[in-house]
């Protein structure tokens, strides 16, 4: 099982931003998928789920409205769209997969800040 977040970077309060998690050795669609965050000094927190069946979504009430969570079956990777960023939206965000056993990505850093 591997997971690979990627399209983190700068972007400007009000911006936004695309981030993916690749997956390889398991279906994405066969498991719940959830997107976390950790700014510095600070505990991980939950930011979205995608159950794998229906599929139905989930946010923290902190995103909720502003971010977007998807999967692509075909290209086995689950999506985080991120819009209206603010400046305490900045962490490093994980994707995870729990199978048995938690599976966590190496994280893609985002920082919001003009």
């Not at 972007?11 to 279906?27: I, K």
């Not at 969570?69 to 962490?91: C, G």
């Amino acid at each position: 099982v591997q997971l690979v977040e990627s399209g983190g970077g700068l972007v400007q309060p009000g911006g936004s931003l695309r981030l993916s998690c690749a997956a390889s050795g398991f279906a994405v669609s066969t498991y719940d998928m959830r997107w976390y965050r950790q700014a510095p000094e600070k505990e991980r927190e939950w930011v979205a789920t995608i159950t794998k069946t229906s599929p139905r979504t989930y946010y923290a009430d902190s995103v909720k409205g502003r971010f977007t969570i998807s999967r692509d079956n075909a290209k086995n990777t689950v999506y985080l769209q991120m819009n209206s960023l603010k400046a305490e939206d900045t962490a490093v965000y994980y994707c995870k997969a729990t199978i048995n056993v938690p599976y966590w990505g190496q994280g893609t850093q985002v920082t919001v800040s003009s």
